[in-house]
């Protein structure tokens, strides 16, 4: 590559898989323990051990990380000009790296067995907290690094539109700054003392509250990267133009407002908030629909114009034209049907009567393992397929295990989540180690998690195959042009609008939305008498 950061992506994007296969096999074990089969070290505690890991890593050290790295790729590839600064992006990632080892060990050592939603006044090792702490200011060295290189080029390129990639890029940034802004928070002010024994009392409504600030917008943070990759590297892999450059801006830009004001419909059962407050959030929550309808229209009519190029025929000809073995393209299909799936599931969760049915059964885990597990990873998978080449200046032999190992993955996300959600519907709790399925209430619960623990084993399998795909490209052979070419619109814009070049204005609503829709809801805990739990710290068994 041109500017020489191939190390600092590799190390961002190596790791964040890395910690992706380890939680894999925690998943798997996961799987086997509810199955009612007594692997190896099942016990309740190894078990939430296990699952407060497997979260930490897939909620905050996998994505973090691999969001990091392909935002540097994506800078200096789009923008064509070199990071600002080296030292801040390798400290950044240091940072996240000690945090992540901080936040496991405790883990590991049954210190910190919280999950990763923390869940006070349960309180874990102030060394958990610590970690997941780091790993976010080490975030936040990405976030200044992104704002930064976008406003170099447009002190040097004045008027231009920034690249679409880019611009979609510095959108997640700010999406991730206001987001970690309610866990921070929580963190800081309240968990860290907790588990120090600073305090003995914690306002358990209020940090319910700040997580939920972070909890759904940290979604979208995922997803972001999955839709850059939708509008600017499907299309060219297809063969064909983006068939609007403005649609994808509008949808980064319908993103940021609307994922960022809607945490609470994930209090919808907790009594500290008014039903105000919760319609509010539900109805803001319906919102975040809009850019992903808009997505779908935008590359499918791209994936048309590719098979029609292609000499596709008819109203469906055009789709049977598309070049299928490139995994790019395929993984862009397989991950539509996933957010389908997913999409429903989550409609269920912000409608408050249906919510009131599913809350805290296998129905939400089946949907947040939908929409992360499957439609956000499985474009993880697809844009390393495509930019680790680059990066090594190597070119994969043989496509077929690249593509064997996404169908693998799909097929077993499937497998997984549909039993979850007929076990959600028949009442099956989230969180719990083990059923006792002699019992004739919940036997035929046995049959369903049997299955879905077999999607488990080849979804750790397509992960394995993923670990082993990546590291023979360091064998294959040297390509000569390893350059970066993004998907350009049908009519590319030559100007646009300030507010579709930049995030000023939308920052400010960003601002009013989030005083709205929080701005009581977390004012009336300094407002009125509270009652605060008291902290039971797992780290010393008290």
């Known amino acids: 590559m041109k500017y020489r950061v191939e190390n600092l992506i590799l190390a961002h994007i190596g790791v964040s898989f890395a910690t992706l296969a380890a939680a894999a096999v925690l998943g798997a074990w996961q799987m086997t323990v509810r199955s009612g089969i007594d692997p190896p070290f099942a016990t309740p505690e190894t ?38 600064s080296m030292r801040l992006a390798w400290a950044g990632f240091w940072l996240a790296a000690v945090g992540t080892v901080a936040a496991i060990v405790p883990i590991v050592m049954g210190k910190a067995t919280v999950l990763y939603t923390f869940y006070p006044p349960l309180t874990g090792s102030v060394f958990y907290y610590l970690g997941v702490l780091l790993i976010v200011v080490g975030s936040w060295a990405w976030v200044a690094l992104m ?27 700010y999406l991730w700054l206001w987001t970690t802004g309610g866990v921070a928070v929580e ?41 850059i990759a939708f509008y600017t590297m499907a299309p060219q892999a297809a063969g064909a133009p983006l068939y609007s450059d403005v649609m994808g801006r509008l949808s980064f830009i319908l993103l940021l407002l609307f994922s960022l004001p809607v945490g609470m419909h994930h209090l919808f059962m907790d009594p500290e908030h008014g039903t105000a407050f919760k319609f509010l959030q539900a109805m803001l929550t319906a919102l975040v629909v809009l850019p992903t309808l808009l997505t779908i229209f935008t590359i499918s009519a791209s994936m048309e114009i590719a098979g029609r190029l292609r000499g596709g025929k008819g109203l469906f000809g055009w789709i049977a034209a598309l070049p299928w073995d490139r995994p790019m ?48 990873v499985i474009m993880y998978y697809a844009i ?55 019992n004739p209430a919940i036997a035929p619960w046995q049959p369903w998690v049997f299955v879905s623990m077999f999607g488990g084993y080849l979804m750790l399998a397509s992960a394995l195959l993923f670990v082993w795909n990546i590291a023979t490209l360091y064998r294959a052979r040297p390509v000569g042009d390893n350059r970066m070419h993004y998907a350009v619109a049908v009519y590319p814009p030559a100007r646009l609008p300030n507010a579709l070049n930049g995030f000023a204005l939308w920052n400010w609503l960003v601002l009013f939305l989030m005083v709205v829709a929080y701005g009581y809801p977390l004012g009336q805990f ?17």
């Open 384 to 438: 390393t397929y495509q930019i680790w080449p680059i990066l090594l200046g190597r070119e994969a032999a043989d496509v077929r295990p690249l593509r064997l190992q996404l169908w693998l993955w799909f097929i077993g996300i499937i497998i997984t989540t549909f039993p979850w959600h007929v076990l959600g519907l028949l009442g099956q709790p989230r969180r719990i180690a083990t059923f006792d399925y002699a």
């Open 147 to 173: 704002i930064w290189a976008m406003a170099i080029w447009k002190r040097d390129n004045p008027g231009r539109p920034v690249p679409l990639a880019m611009f979609g890029t510095v959108t997640n940034a």
């Open 187 to 227: 963190i800081i002010f309240q968990l860290i003392p907790a588990s120090l024994g600073w305090t003995q009392m914690i306002d358990v409504g209020l940090a319910r509250t700040l997580f939920a600030w972070t909890l759904h917008p940290i979604v979208y943070f995922w997803l972001l990267p999955a839709y």
């Open 329 to 376: 393209v395929l993984a862009t299909c397989l991950s539509f049907v996933l957010l389908g799936f997913g999409g429903f599931g989550g409609v269920v969760n912000m409608a408050y009567g249906m919510n009131a049915m599913i809350h805290n059964t296998s129905w939400v885990t089946a949907h947040f393992h939908l929409i992360f597990g499957g439609a956000v």
């Open 526 to 542: 300094f407002l009125m008498d509270v009652y605060p739990g008291l902290v039971h710290r797992v780290d010393i068994g008290s």
């Open 47 to 84: 078990y939430f051990a296990s699952v407060s890991a497997h979260g930490t890593i897939m909620g905050y050290v996998m994505p973090t990380l691999f969001t990091m790295g392909f935002g540097y790729f994506v800078a200096v590839t789009a923008l064509d000009q070199p990071l600002p």
